[in-house]
């Protein structure tokens, strides 16, 4: 079992450099501070994560600013058990309406919502949920730098980065959005669903959308 799952890991690791969702500008740009901004004084968001693809994924996002500093953590079940699940904030800071996507966006009608399909309603990666290191658009799916689903499928990450004064004005329009499913119940990613859209040697299951959540302000 233990070489089977590092087989598996070393070919989702093996990703080439073009496999960055096709965006490559960084989530730490925009260096100056807007003293004007709420934000300086400190606010509390949450994210309810619920499933897409049918996935059985479900979880909750906390996330606290600080000025530009914004701290996550979620948790997150239902996920498929030993594999990493890239994780991102999407969305736009520009006054695009982006959104969790439905059902309805599968527009070939093959029974899963692929990113690009979902791409149009959640919108461009703004930060990489990574354990360490980069959080630019560029590491979207480094998956060595993204959290693994334990054996149960849950997932706990926590980190503190550094974000644009943009994102921090901005926040309330933007989402969290999960990756990784299992449609055949496996409990791995295989090419049961076809090739990935982002890239064909890789399963459309290690790359589809497993659950969102639209940030909001915590009460």
Not at 6 to 17: D, Y
Not at 107 to 135: F, H, K, M, Q, R
Not at 142 to 149: G, I, K, L, N, S
């Amino acid at each position: 079992m233990t070489t089977k799952r590092s087989i598996r890991l070393t070919t989702l690791i093996a990703l080439p450099a073009a496999l960055t969702l096709a965006i490559a500008a960084p989530a730490l740009a925009h260096e100056g501070n807007n003293s004007d901004s709420p934000a300086r004084h400190g606010r509390n968001y949450q994210a309810d994560l619920r499933q897409l693809n049918d996935s059985g994924a479900s979880g909750t996002a906390q996330l606290s600013l600080q000025g530009r500093q914004l701290t996550v953590k979620i948790d997150s079940q239902g996920l498929v058990p030993g594999q990493p699940h890239a994780q991102h904030i999407h969305g736009s800071t520009d006054g695009h309406n982006h959104h969790c996507p439905d059902k309805s966006a599968d527009s070939n009608g093959d029974g899963v919502v692929t990113t690009t399909e979902g791409l149009p309603a959640y919108g461009n990666i703004n930060i990489s949920l990574t354990t360490n290191g980069d959080t630019s658009k560029a590491s979207g799916l480094v998956v060595d730098r993204m959290p693994v689903a334990d054996n149960n499928g849950d997932l706990s990450y926590s980190r503190t980065i550094t974000v644009s004064q943009e994102v921090a004005d901005h926040l309330t329009d933007l989402h969290i959005v999960q990756h990784g499913i299992d449609p055949n119940g496996n409990q791995t990613y295989d090419f049961s669903k076809g090739r990935s859209d982002l890239d064909p040697k890789l399963p459309q299951e290690a790359t589809a959308p497993a659950d969102c959540g639209m940030i909001n302000h915590s009460h």
